[in-house]
């Protein structure tokens, strides 16, 4: 089992800076993919982006592409997402989720999940 939670959502206006955290914990994370999706209002689940936590690579959505950027912190066991230059069109339910492989960009590969943290932005 792994458990993650997540942190750091708020409202904010077009422009402005977030960085949300997920603290993962239970298991050895570094057989884990670490992605990131988010969720509208009426919309399906989208894809963020993901993180390989043995390695650091990362995988970004042409969406956020430059303008969000994931990090890590290994002695806290956490990974952050800092969205810069944020839109209105960001607002969503972020969710930070695990997986040991396959299609990073689908959700159905991702076997834990966080309860989510809430982003809003204002225009």
């Known amino acids: 089992q792994v458990q993650l939670v997540e942190s750091g959502g708020g409202l904010v206006q077009a422009g402005d800076s977030l960085r949300l955290s997920c603290v993962a914990s239970g298991r050895d994370l570094s057989n884990y993919y670490l992605g990131w999706f988010r969720q509208a209002p009426g919309k399906e689940r989208q894809f963020v982006a993901v993180?390989?936590?043995?390695?650091?690579?990362?995988y970004y959505d042409a969406s956020v592409k430059g303008r969000f950027l994931i990090s890590k912190d290994n002695a806290k066991n956490t990974m952050y997402l800092q969205m810069n230059s944020l839109k209105p069109e960001d607002t969503a339910v972020y969710y930070c989720?695990?997986?040991?492989?396959?299609?990073?960009?689908?959700?159905?590969?991702?076997?834990?999940w966080g309860q989510g943290t809430q982003v809003t932005v204002s225009s």
């Open positions: 989720a695990a997986s040991i492989g396959g299609n990073l960009r689908s959700d159905r590969i991702y076997d834990y």
């Open positions: 993180f390989t936590w043995k390695n650091g690579g990362t």
